[in-house]
């Protein structure tokens, strides 16, 4: 299994069946400048993964996903050969960065809290459509009380399926630097779900 | 590390959190999702930046013309408002004539480019381009020196000195007056900016420049006299305006010249002004 396609098969799978393999972009960085075609094909997915870890919503994922790709091939030729992936990921985190200051002065205009993706039909079995909902409201809001570097590494582990290896790649850190922000969020996720699930007005249930 | 779904939770709240990462699924690749983005890549001009957003393509050259472009926006910008903030400090319209100009400038106590005719105390040079002003005036002291009226001021004569206050706020209310209709202005009008509840009057600087420079170049002698009332005759400019009413009387004509001239001689008989007061005297008095 590829790491460019981890959520293709629709489940999560555990870390050892992803973990580094010879075809993996993640594991073997390109060497020299990239073509742009093969970069785009090889990474989209991942740039959407990496763009919902840093708390962008689902709705804006493409919009985001394209600005990300615009910057890319404007500053391709620049590119150094060293760590495709981490020179990916610095990007779309900038590009989320920016969303975020833009959305904030967007909201002032808008009347709506309630994220699009959030409303969108699910398939299957209505219950476990509405159930699986809320727990994406739930992680979501949760998430957004994270620290950013908390939140991308716990999105990435426990959500996508990052191995820690991996993670410490794109964030260009040690890995027990990955696992201790991962401990932590994890604490700060159990108390935040605590507190939005619990019973009263602002509560959900999960 | 395990996952926090993998791992065993050791109470409810970890159990819920279990629960809830269970229930989300990752992002699912979708390859229509990835085609639409490519068109809308292929879409996008290859050099251009944000969608929708035009992107500067000028070179150095065009961006150091909008700087220059730009500069030379701010220099006159800050060139009108300086001559604008000029023009209100000394009361001057652009609009006005400049006779206007000068007679709104009178009453102030800088002097001005604009007006040729001195103050007693605070001289300049009259402006070479008017033949009638370049001759000297006998009232104008040769060097500014307050300590020389300070002797006189300290023996006041016993008369004098109760009916100066009264009499200057006689006639500055007369030299706003006079000044007023003239000019759209009044002497006052800057302090009253500040503070409209109450109306300065001007002060014995303001009104001797004033009565000067009615004498000398709006050829106005009454309303010098006028103005001079208001200076106190025992006050700090006491012989200035001694002198000046002494040459506003004989210029007016008025019958008080005389006297005035030998009142100056009896308190200043070695003023700086004496001699012209002399000269005056003697061409009033019948051969």
Known sequence: MSLTDPGSEGGREPSPGRALEESDPLASPARGAPDFDHTYSTYFHQVCRWLRAFGCPMAEVDDLAQETFLVVRRKLDDFDGQNLPGWLYRIAQRTASDHRRRAWFRRLFSRSSEEPDSLSAGKGDPLQSLERRRAERVLQRALERMSPKRRAAFYLFEVEGYSGEEIALLEDVPVNTVYTRIHHARKDFVRFVAELTADGPQGEAP | ?287
């Open chain 2, 1 to 287: 590390m395990k996952r926090l779904i993998d791992s065993e939770a050791p109470d409810v709240a970890t159990e819920r959190a279990q629960e809830v990462l269970r229930r989300v699924r990752p992002l699912a690749a979708s390859e229509a999702r990835l085609q639409r983005v490519r068109r809308a890549l292929d879409a996008a001009p290859v050099s251009g930046g944000r969608r929708g957003v035009p992107r500067f393509r000028g070179g150095w050259g065009a961006r150091a013309v909008g700087i220059a472009i730009l500069a030379g926006v701010g220099v006159a910008a800050a060139a009108a408002g300086s001559a604008w903030w000029t023009a209100t400090e000394h009361g001057v319209d652009a609009g006005e004539p400049p006779s206007e100009r000068s007679r709104s400038a009178a009453p102030r106590v800088e002097p001005s480019a604009h007006d040729p005719a001195p103050s007693p105390r605070l001289e300049s040079k009259p402006s070479p381009s008017d033949p009638s002003e370049r001759e000297p005036s006998w009232t104008e002291p040769s060097e500014a020196q307050p300590s020389e009226a300070q002797p006189s001021e300290a023996q006041p004569s016993g008369d004098n000195a109760p009916k100066a206050a009264p009499r200057a706020n006689v006639a500055g209310e007369a030299a706003a007056r006079t000044l007023g209709p003239a000019t759209g202005r009044t002497p006052t009008e800057r302090g009253a900016r500040t503070t409209p509840s109450t109306p300065r009057q001007p002060t014995e600087v303001e009104l001797l420049h004033a009565a000067a420079t009615a004498l000398r170049r709006d050829r106005d002698p009454q309303r010098a006299l006028q103005l001079l009332e208001g200076v106190s005759g025992s006050g700090a400019f006491e012989e200035e305006a001694l002198a000046l009413r002494v040459e506003a009387a004989a210029r007016a004509g008025d019958p008080r010249g005389p006297q005035l001239a030998r009142t100056y001689l009896t308190r200043f008989p070695a003023g700086r002004y004496a001699e012209r007061v002399r000269e005056s005297l003697r061409a009033s008095s019948p051969p």
